[in-house]
């Protein structure tokens, strides 16, 4: 237990290093003809693009891209050589491990002639070929979302026949079967943004008739949504964003005046809290893609007015607990199974412990000296984030707390 335990406390430390500084650069421009509500998943150092519309026909076509190479490459359409009529927008995408590798899926949405599907299809990057799965158990629907937690894809929301949706489903790629899960505790919609994070997923915005600005997290392990902190950039729909624990991204989309916002705005998984981050350079735009990808955030495509983007823009984020190196917060010794010691260089701070369910620990901490301390033996074994609040600096950082032999 120890070995794991410090393994995730090295792949924290890993992850937040990985961010920069709140800026955008553009890309290598998405091949194809320019698309709107283009559906996407990461297989390893590639991102893909698939399916979407411009002025004349919705697509199956399929590209991928590196971020090393700052290149797309062309890719086997959606279905493959007798896909012919799978072109849609409106679809879900996502990735999963499958037969002992990484696969990507595209599923539901609406096609040219068919207006709400309830296809599943996935494809082997190892053989580029597409297999058509078990299909939705659902109400065909199109501008559902998903995300994924552990092995499982979770899918709900959407337009129907029937009208909009609030049910969900979990999809297990090992059995090719669909369960049913609790009904999405927020209003049914259309449209909305969805991502995962630390075995959690998160709903926000989209379109129950009225535009909404709202924000959910679903847990697992007790089937459950938790609504919190609302989205601060105004309701909206066909809006984008991406994951990069312990932060998420969420910006661009439509407002109920027809205003497409080119904004980004960053949730943090700790703290319950959004903050503003610089805007996307290009044009304001709705249903583009989004990916996150070599510690890169991505939004391309997308529609404005009339007019179909194929423009890339990659984004370097910042967390807003880990941008200051002012104070060098650090837990020690780390692991420990009765005492931490923190050294800071500030008189006026705030120091709280929260566990990885995202709940607030009863610790206290005393002075001793120009050190404090804090008793955490009633705390069970597991990786904690220390969080500091000092004026306007924030940081984070973890400790494993471990009863055996460290």
């Known amino acids: 237990m120890s070995r794991l335990l410090l393994t995730f406390y090295v792949i924290f430390l890993q992850q937040l290093s990985a961010f920069g500084q709140d800026y955008w650069q553009q890309r290598d421009t998405v091949n194809g003809p320019p698309k709107s509500a283009a559906s996407t998943f990461v297989l390893g150092n590639r991102a893909y693009v698939v399916a979407g519309t411009d002025d004349f026909e ?21 279905g493959g050589e007798g896909g012919t009529g799978l072109g849609r927008i409106g679809a879900i ?50 501008e559902a979302v998903s995300f994924v937690i552990g092995n499982k894809a979770y899918v709900g929301t959407g337009n129907s026949a029937a009208g909009l949706k609030n049910d969900f489903f979990a999809y297990d790629p090992n059995s090719n079967t669909w369960e ?21 997923g998160f709903i926000g915005t989209g379109d129950d008739g009225t535009l909404k600005n709202d924000f959910w997290m679903y847990n697992p392990q007790t089937d459950q949504w ?8 105004g309701p909206r729909s066909g809006a984008c964003g991406w994951s990069a624990f312990p932060v998420c991204y969420l910006g661009t989309g ?59 823009w990659a ?3 910042t967390t807003s607990i880990a941008e200051h190196a002012l104070f060098e917060l650090n837990a020690y010794p780390n692991p420990t199974s009765d ?54 600096i924030q940081q984070t950082t973890t400790f494993v707390k471990c009863c055996g032999p460290l």
């Open 58 to 78: 919705y697509k199956r076509k399929m590209y991928s891209y590196r971020a090393d190479q700052d290149d797309w490459d062309d890719e086997v359409s959606l």
């Open 254 to 312: 439509q407002d109920a005046n027809y205003v497409y916002h080119k904004d980004l705005w960053e949730y943090n998984y700790y703290l319950n809290s959004w903050i503003q981050r610089a805007d996307l350079p290009g044009p304001g735009r709705i249903n583009a893609v989004a990916f996150y990808l070599d510690g890169w955030g991505f939004i391309g495509t997308g529609y404005n007015n009339g007019t179909f983007y194929d423009d890339l």
């Open 180 to 200: 049913q899960i609790t009904d999405f505790s927020g209003t049914p919609r259309r449209a909305a943004v969805a991502f995962s994070m630390e075995n959690f």
């Open 339 to 392: 005492f931490i010691s923190i050294s800071l260089t500030s008189e006026e701070f705030n120091l709280e412990v929260w566990n990885q369910l995202g709940q607030k620990m009863d610790i206290t901490f005393e002075r001793n000296d120009s050190k404090l301390c804090a008793d955490v033996r009633s705390l069970p074994d597991g990786v904690y984030y220390l969080h500091m609040n000092a004026a306007e």
């Open 226 to 233: 938790i609504q919190k902190a609302n989205f601060p950039g």
């Open 315 to 317: 984004y370097s984020g």
């Open 93 to 142: 995408s996502f990735a999963l491990e499958h037969e002992g590798q990484t696969k990507g899926y595209v599923g539901l949405g609406q096609t040219q002639t068919i207006a709400f599907m309830n296809d599943l299809w996935e494809y082997d990057r190892s053989t580029e070929a597409w297999t058509q799965k078990a299909n939705f158990v659902g109400a065909p629907r199109r």
